[in-house]
C-alpha cells in the first residue's frame, strides 16, 4: 500500500463492520446493571435458564464460535468435553489475562460493557453445570477490574448470582481475581496454577484441563471474547451468528488496529475481512508512511508483508498465507521502522516473560536478546543469523507451552522476509541503532 | 510488625472466596493485601500470608518473587510505568522513557530519593491504539510524549493528582494494592470515572455514523433441542476428552514437550533458513 494521505472508506468496506460485542460501547454508563438491562441484559440468562443445558452446548456448537484468544478451538466442543454426572464439581475459568503485544480488546470490553461478560460466565456455567466461577483479570488491568467487580456486585443483588437464580434451582458462585504481573499467566494451564496460588508455569497435557484443570477437576477455560459472545448467540439463534464471518471462522471479531495508520482504534468486522480493507476503515496509513510488515494476531504470529494485503484474516486465510490469526492484534508498522530492531524488543519482551520452566525457552531467548543487540549494536557477523535460526530450531516445539514457541515467530518471519536489514546492520550500512552500553555483559 | 486487625478481617474474608480446603488460591490477593498495608512485600508480609495459610516462608517467597506486581524493596507513592513493547516503542514510548530516567535520576525499578516516584519500563499494557502509554498506579495516561511525561511527574511530586486519560482519578500505591486484593474501590464516583476514548469507539462510531446494523437479529429465536446424550454417568467422555484434546493439541512427548505442532511457524523456520 503506497504512502496514501486519509482516506474515506467506500460503502462495501463500511458494511464489513459488525457491531455487535462492541454496540453498547456507545451507551456511556452500560457499565451499569440498570443501563444494561435496558440495551437487552439479561435476556439472554432469561431465555438460556429455561432451556436445557446440553441445548444451550449444541446452540455453541451449532453457532461454530471459536475461542477469540488466539487458538481458535471450537467453544461447542470444549464444553461439550465436560464429562456430565461424574460427582466431581466443574469450574469456568475466564481467561482476563490480556496481554499478547499489540492485544488491546479484553480491556474496553470489560470497562464499558462488563455485564455482557457476567451474563456469558453464567450461561456457560450453567451449560456445564459449573457452580463456581472465576474471572482471572490481569493485575494491571485496574480500572476494567473495577467495573467488572462492580458488576458482579450488581449481578449478585440482582439475583442474576448466589442461590437459586432466578428461581430456576441453579446456583453459582463468581470471583473477580486479579493476577500479580506475569505475561505466561494467559497461557490456560499457567493460569490455572497461578489461581490456585502457585507460581504462573504451564503444566504437562494430557491430562487436558477439559478432565482435569482447576483443583483437578473437569474446568473449561474460555477468553473474554468468546463469553461475552455467548448471549448475543442465545438471544439471535446460530444462523444468525453465521451471517456474519467465513463458513469455518464464524462471527464477529474484534480487529485491534495500532500503529501507523491514521485512525488506531478497535474495529468489530465479520472473520475474513483483509488488511487492505481494515487500512480503508482506518482511514489510511499515516501521511508519509507506507505498509512494511505487520502482525495479524499480536507479535507471537509471523510477520506478515504488503504482499499478504489481501489474505482473508480469519484462521485458515491466515494460516495458509503463513501466520496465524491469533488475537487479531493487527500491529502495522512502516517502512520508517525496522524490522530488526522490531523483533529484538519482542524478544526483550519474551526473554523477561520466560517463566524459566523449560530450559529452551528460558536458555534461547537469553541469547537471543544478546545476539540482537550484538547486530544493532553494528558487531554483528553472519554467524549470528545462523545462531538465530539455530536457536529457534531448538525452542520450537521443545517447551511445555506456547511462549516459546512464540518468540521464534518474529525472528524466523522477519529473517525470511527481511534478511537484508539484517545484512545492511552487519555490513555496516545501518547506522547502529543501539549504542555499546547495551553489550555490557554479553558474549 | 503486627498486621492491623482490619487487615486480619480482610484476609479471612479473601480465603473464604475460595473453595474450602482450596484456601492456598486465597495467596496472590494476600499478597496484594499485605502490599496494601507496607507498600512492598516484606518478610513480616510473608510470613503473615504463611499463617492465613498454613505454608511454609520458603513457599510464599517463591510465589511473590515470580509476579512482577509483588515490590521487593520500598515503593513510591506512585508508580510510573512507560510502555516500551515494539509499538509503543517505536511510536516513541522509549524516548518518553528515557526523558523519565534522566530528568528523575533513576533507572528501571529505582525510587527517587525524594520517594515520591517509583519508574519502571513495562511490557505490552494493552492499549496498543493508544500507544505510546504510560500508567500512574496503573491507571492510564494515553498518547503520551516526553514533555506530557515530564509535566506529569513535575505535577506528581508537587503533591497534584492529574485526571488520567482513561480510569479513575489516581490513587496511592497502597490503596490500589487493596482494590487488587479483590476490594470494592470505595471512593464516591470512582468507578463510575473514565469515559470510552475515541480509538476504543473507532469502529462502533463508524458504523453507526453510516448507518450499519447487523441485519436479522432476532431475540426471541427459538434455542432448539438438545442433542443426545447417554444416560448415566458418563465415564467415556473423560476418554473422549483426552482423545479431541490429542487430535487439536497434540500430547507432550520428548521431541515435542508443547504438544502444539505449529505448521506455519515451522514453516517460517524452514523458509528461513
Not at chain 1, 72 to 98: C, M, R, S
Not at chain 1, 339 to 358: D, I, M, N, Q
Not at chain 2, 147 to 176: F, H, S, W, Y
Request: glycine content about 10%; some cysteine.
Amino acid at each position: 500500500m503506497s504512502a496514501t494521505a486519509v482516506t474515506v472508506p467506500r460503502r462495501e468496506v463500511l458494511e464489513k463492520l459488525t457491531p455487535v460485542l462492541t454496540k453498547r460501547w456507545l451507551s456511556p454508563d452500560a457499565w451499569r446493571i440498570d443501563v444494561y438491562e435496558r440495551l437487552d441484559g439479561y435476556a439472554a440468562l432469561r431465555k438460556a435458564l429455561a432451556a436445557h443445558p446440553d441445548a444451550l452446548i449444541q446452540l455453541i456448537k451449532d453457532s461454530g464460535l471459536r475461542g477469540r484468544g488466539g487458538a481458535g478451538f471450537p467453544t461447542g466442543l470444549k464444553w461439550g468435553f465436560i464429562p456430565q454426572n461424574d460427582g466431581k464439581p466443574h469450574y469456568l475459568v475466564v481467561n482476563a489475562d490480556e496481554g499478547e503485544p499489540g492485544t488491546c480488546k479484553d480491556l474496553p470490553l470489560m470497562m464499558h460493557d462488563p455485564h455482557s461478560l457476567v451474563e456469558g460466565v453464567i450461561i456457560a456455567a450453567y451449560a456445564i453445570r459449573a457452580d463456581r466461577a472465576y474471572i482471572y483479570i490481569r493485575g494491571e488491568a485496574v480500572h476494567a477490574a473495577r467495573r467488572l467487580r462492580n458488576a458482579v456486585k450488581e449481578a449478585y443483588a440482582a439475583g442474576y448470582l448466589g442461590r437459586n437464580i432466578l428461581g430456576s434451582g441453579f446456583d453459582l458462585d463468581l470471583v473477580v481475581h486479579s493476577g500479580a504481573g506475569a505475561y505466561i499467566c494467559g497461557e490456560e494451564t499457567a493460569l490455572l496454577d497461578s489461581l490456585e496460588g502457585f507460581r504462573g508455569q504451564p503444566r504437562l497435557r494430557p491430562p487436558f484441563p477439559a478432565t482435569h484443570g482447576l483443583y483437578a477437576s473437569p474446568t473449561v477455560v474460555n477468553n473474554v471474547g468468546t463469553i461475552s459472545s455467548v448471549p448475543y448467540i442465545v438471544l439471535g439463534g446460530a444462523a444468525w451468528w453465521k451471517t456474519m464471518g467465513t463458513e469455518k471462522s464464524s462471527g464477529p471479531m474484534i480487529y485491534s488496529l495500532s500503529g501507523r495508520i491514521a485512525n488506531p482504534g478497535q474495529y468489530e468486522c465479520s472473520l475474513g475481512i483483509t488488511l487492505r480493507e481494515l487500512i480503508e476503515l482506518a482511514g489510511g496509513m499515516q501521511p508519509g508512511h507506507s505498509l512494511r510488515f505487520w502482525t495479524p494476531g499480536g507479535s507471537s504470529t509471523p510477520l506478515l508483508t504488503a504482499e499478504h494485503l489481501d489474505v482473508p484474516l480469519d484462521f485458515e486465510g491466515v494460516a495458509a498465507a503463513g501466520s496465524i490469526l491469533g488475537t487479531t492484534a493487527t500491529q502495522i508498522f512502516s517502512d520508517q521502522d525496522c524490522p530488526v530492531y522490531a523483533t529484538y524488543r519482542w524478544l526483550e519482551f519474551y526473554y523477561h516473560e520466560s517463566c524459566g520452566k523449560c530450559t529452551p525457552c528460558r536458555e534461547g531467548n537469553y541469547w537471543m536478546v544478546r545476539v540482537y543487540r550484538r547486530i544493532l549494536s553494528g558487531q554483528g557477523t553472519y554467524e549470528d543469523l545462523d545462531t538465530l535460526l539455530d536457536t529457534c530450531d531448538n525452542i520450537l516445539g521443545r517447551a511445555f507451552c506456547g511462549l516459546g514457541d512464540g518468540a521464534t515467530s518474529p525472528v524466523t518471519s522477519s529473517l525470511k522476509y527481511f534478511k537484508q536489514d539484517y545484512l545492511d546492520y552487519i555490513e555496516g550500512r545501518t547506522a547502529p541503532k543501539l549504542s555499546d552500553k547495551a553489550l555490557v555483559g554479553a558474549h | 510488625m503486627g498486621f492491623s486487625e482490619a487487615t486480619h478481617a480482610r484476609a479471612r474474608e479473601i480465603i473464604a472466596r475460595y473453595p474450602a480446603g482450596r484456601e492456598r488460591s486465597a495467596l496472590l490477593p494476600l499478597l496484594h493485601l499485605v502490599q496494601s498495608e507496607e507498600g512492598h512485600v516484606t518478610p513480616a508480609g510473608v510470613q503473615f500470608c504463611a499463617e492465613q495459610l498454613g505454608l511454609t516462608k520458603a513457599q510464599v517467597s517463591a510465589v511473590a518473587t515470580f509476579y512482577t506486581m509483588y515490590k521487593r524493596k520500598p515503593t513510591g507513592d506512585w508508580l510510573v510505568s512507560v510502555c516500551t513493547n515494539t509499538m509503543c516503542n517505536v511510536l516513541g514510548g522509549q524516548a518518553v522513557y528515557d526523558a523519565l530516567s534522566e530528568h528523575l535520576g533513576v533507572g528501571h525499578d529505582e525510587t527517587t530519593e525524594d520517594g515520591t516516584i517509583t519508574l519502571e519500563h513495562a511490557e505490552c499494557l494493552a492499549a496498543c491504539d493508544y500507544g505510546p502509554v504510560m500508567t500512574v498506579n496503573y491507571d492510564f495516561f494515553d498518547n503520551v510524549d516526553p514533555d506530557i511525561a515530564l509535566n506529569l511527574v513535575e505535577r506528581l511530586r508537587a503533591g497534584e493528582r492529574p485526571q488520567p486519560t482513561r480510569g479513575a482519578r489516581l490513587c496511592t500505591l497502597k490503596e490500589m494494592s487493596l482494590q487488587l486484593a479483590g476490594f470494592a474501590d470505595e471512593r464516591e464516583g470512582a468507578v463510575a470515572d473514565g469515559p470510552p476514548g475515541a480509538s476504543t469507539l473507532r469502529g462502533v462510531r463508524l458504523a453507526q455514523e453510516n448507518g450499519i446494523t447487523v441485519a436479522g437479529f432476532d431475540p426471541g429465536t427459538p434455542i432448539g433441542k438438545p442433542a443426545e446424550r447417554p444416560a448415566g454417568p458418563e465415564k467415556a467422555n473423560a476418554g473422549a476428552a483426552t482423545a479431541a484434546g490429542v487430535a487439536s493439541n497434540e500430547p507432550a512427548r520428548d521431541a515435542s514437550p508443547s504438544g502444539q505442532p505449529s505448521e506455519p511457524r515451522q514453516r517460517n523456520l524452514k523458509e528461513a533458513k
